[in-house]
Structure formats: structure tokens, C-alpha cells
């Protein structure tokens, strides 16, 4: 699975316009600063690039909560994206969310009750199966943005979204860096 063209021209239009804003906003700025600015300059990019995934809109409202990362993300975006961007990021009730975390934990509850109940000796292949799939879904969640408030099915497609997103990422600014390489080479 690759991700197609039209995604890396839109990646690479948008993350070029937050190169240019993070470089006339900042002229006398350290190192790190520069660094953290091209990052979110690619973070923002990608997410607009997307279709609008779970993943995207975290980005986007995670790093529009920030004040001084505002004008940025509204440059690159523009006015209309970011609007269409907040108003998905909304949609998704918090009382929702903590309807279905309160639902997890009753049901890890229940099942480490049911584990302990049998012997102490020998523990089921599927108990063990299930305190893996556990342990590894708790780690996408971790690493996929906006993955915290996913159920198991959608982290799984949004984390293969995700992926083919950040490959595609990968690919664009390798091949920018070697553009960049060849200009100032010759």
C-alpha cells in the first residue's frame, strides 16, 4: 500500500507554506526552536493532507490549543480547513468518552477477576492472548494520535492510515532533501 501522488503534492504545498512561515517569523530563534517549528510545519501539513482521520484532527487541535502555534496552523490550513477541522474535532461528545472509558475499566476489571479465579498455575492461552492484545493496544493508543479515545477496531484502522501517512511523509521530504542537496551542491 503506498500512499497516492496527489496526497504527497498537497503534503508537500502545505508543508512548504509552514517553512516559509516559521522562516519569516523567525529570524533570530535557537536551534531547537527551528526544529520544532519544521516538525510542526510537517505535523500540520500531514494532518491537512489527510481525509480528515481521527488521527489528523488530534494533530490539528492539539497544536492549535497552543497559542503561539495559532497563526501557523491557521496559514497553513487556511481559515476554512481549520473551521471544517474544529468543528469534526467538536462533534465528539467528552461525555462519550468517558462513557466508554468507564466501560473499559469495568470490563479489565472483570477480566482480571475471571483470571484470578483460576488456578494459579496454569493460565489459559487465551488469557494470556488477551492480556497481550491489551498491552499492545495500550501502546498504539499511546503512539497514534487521538488514538486514546478509540475502541480496538477504528486504533487499527486509524493506525494503518497513519502509517501509509507517515511513509508518504518519509518519502517527501527525503526527496526534498535531496533537491535541496543537488541546488546547494552545484
Given at each position: ?8 503534492r ?24 527551528r ?10 501539513a ?8 481521527n ?6 487541535t492539539?497544536?492549535s ?5 495559532k497563526?501557523?496552523?491557521?496559514n ?5 480547513q481549520?473551521?471544517?477541522f474544529?468543528k ?9 468518552c468517558?462513557r ?8 479489565r476489571s472483570?477480566?482480571e ?11 489459559a492461552?487465551s488469557?494470556?492472548?488477551?492480556i497481550?492484545?491489551?498491552?499492545r ?15 480496538e ?7 494503518i492510515?497513519?502509517?501509509?501517512s507517515?511513509?508518504a511523509q518519509v518519502d517527501?521530504m527525503?526527496?526534498?532533501?535531496n ?8
Amino acid at each position: 500500500m503506498q500512499a497516492s501522488n496527489s496526497f504527497k503534492r498537497t503534503f508537500l504545498k502545505k508543508f512548504l507554506v509552514g517553512l516559509q512561515q516559521t522562516n519569516l517569523a523567525s529570524k533570530n530563534i535557537s536551534l531547537f526552536e527551528r526544529k520544532n517549528a519544521i516538525k510542526l510545519s510537517s505535523d500540520i501539513a500531514l494532518a491537512s493532507a489527510g481525509d480528515g482521520a481521527n488521527w489528523s484532527r488530534a494533530i490539528v487541535t492539539n497544536a492549535s490549543k497552543q497559542e503561539k502555534n495559532k497563526n501557523l496552523v491557521k496559514n497553513i490550513l487556511g481559515e476554512v480547513q481549520l473551521d471544517r477541522f474544529t468543528k469534526l474535532q467538536n462533534k465528539g461528545s467528552s461525555l462519550t468518552c468517558k462513557r466508554e472509558t468507564c466501560k473499559r475499566i469495568l470490563r479489565r476489571s472483570r477480566l482480571e477477576r475471571r483470571i484470578r479465579k483460576r488456578s494459579p498455575k496454569r493460565v489459559a492461552g487465551s488469557a494470556v492472548a488477551k492480556i497481550m492484545l491489551k498491552k499492545r493496544s495500550r501502546f498504539l493508543k499511546c503512539v497514534v494520535p487521538g488514538g486514546e479515545l478509540m475502541d480496538e477496531f477504528s486504533l487499527i484502522d486509524e493506525t494503518i492510515d497513519y502509517i501509509l501517512s507517515l511513509r508518504a511523509q518519509v518519502d517527501v521530504m527525503h526527496r526534498l532533501a535531496n533537491a535541496f542537496k543537488h541546488c546547494i551542491g552545484k
